[in-house]
């Protein structure tokens, strides 16, 4: 099998040879199909030359704890939260139970393998819905979903699942909600599916997917670009954790999987992926996988909070107390090569007696969009992670926000910089940027033919300056006779000149 460190090697030298031989990217390649798509500045896709611009990683802000798991049935070992909204309401499913190498876990012995489901309607305020299906302790008033009798067929652990809204539009409404589930009776995933997301039952006793050790959270979505379900998984690749994938038009069978590929990225352990299609710009794949690092003991080790709780877990585990977990970000056009970034997206943070331990930092599956704490501002997107795994006695789950489009940018400093496309082919009748200057900062456009010669009322000194922060600003050039739209269909460049300014995303399009 071949490594993923192989894999990174073999596609930086197929680059080298690339660059070696003399042929340009405009040269070697057609111009881009862009149509009316969201581009954002995630990749080098679309890019040409950079010239006193670069592209940087945005980390989301930490915000507020919007939920503890702390009810009877659950604990301190919630984790593989999936989010979604659905209708005009959010739902989060996540795992109840102490985690079993926690001192919660040595007194209360809570179960570990149950699902539990959240509920709201502004991404903030959760509560539990009552849902009435699985009896704790002589009540059935409670919001638990799954537990382990429920999937004894083919020994289940509702403990590692992932749960979606399938937005296949030929699903069958009975099939509508999906879990996504790690069986025994045989090694594999499998999928239970419901018509109202709470009561599931078994598609199929045959697993969808073998080849895995499956010992986190697994994930499949519907693909509404390329028309399949893709399916993500842990594996481990020559000792080193590491993500497989597959695609599939039928979620309840898919091919052999193949390693994702990181091209330029070092090997590191990948302990979940959270792949998914970025919403505003579903051709693109964003995922935001959590890092295992086992740094074992050192001083700065016994520095870090919770030493002692630390060294109770180290003893079921040497890992269980020196591992530390941060989040990473990646992105992929055809969900099989991603560029991962070595910056982590979410950092641990400030040493608190909730952070700095394995766990820590892992965000949920999905990401929701919700209204700003600004009032006039634009909706946020709203991620969230955990936060005290197995501390004490219950997990946390802490909001992060971030602007629409707003993971990477393309800025540059007060002395200004240039960005040019590969030549592309739009459709549509304005060009609408998201981003955002200082109030002397800029940005100005120019429409290029694919030499990288301006066109006639479109050039820089066409354009007056753009400043501002917004996410969707239509650019104008002074001779309002030339529209943009006469350009559709036809090869061009975009020529981005910016000045301390960020700029996130574009689009040609209508009205937003």
Known sequence: MMSQRFQSTLATLSVAVILMSGVTSSQAVEPIDIGSRRELFVDQHLIEQLDGVRLELHRPVRREVVFRSDAAWEGNGSAYQSVFQD???FRIYYRGGHHPASKAYQKNKSPWESLC???STDGIHWTRPEVGLVEFQGSKKNNLVLNESMVS?????????????????????????????VGRKPKGLYLLVSADGLRFQLKSSKPFVTQGAFDSQ??????????????????????VRGIMTATSKDPGSFPKPQWLEYPDAAEQALYTNQVQPYYRAPHIFVGFPMRYNDRGWSKSMTALPGLEERQFRSEQSGRYGTTVTDAAFMTSRDGVSFHRWGEAFIRPGPATKDTWVYGDNFIFWGMIQTKSHLEGAADDISLYATEGYWQGESTSFRRYTLRQDGFVSATSGWKGGRLQTKPIVFDGTQLQLNFATSAAGSIRVEIQDT?????????LADCPELFGDTIA?????????????????????????????????????GDE
């Open 87 to 89: 209708g005009d309401r």
């Open 117 to 119: 489901v959240a509920e």
């Open 153 to 181: 067929e083919i020994g289940g652990s509702p403990a590692h699942t992932s749960v979606f809204k399938d937005a296949n539009p030929d699903c069958p409404a009975n099939e509508r909600y999906k879990i996504v589930i």
């Open 218 to 239: 697994n994930l499949m979505f519907w693909d509404s670009v390329g028309k399949v379900y893709r399916e993500y998984h842990r594996q481990f690749d020559q000792g």
């Open 451 to 459: 030499d990288g010669k301006p066109l006639d009322g479109f050039s």
């Open 473 to 509: 600003r239509s650019v104008v050039w002074k001779d309002d006779s030339k529209e943009v739209s006469s350009l559709a269909g036809k090869p061009v460049r975009l020529l981005f000149e910016l000045k301390d300014a960020d700029l996130y995303s574009f689009r040609f399009g």
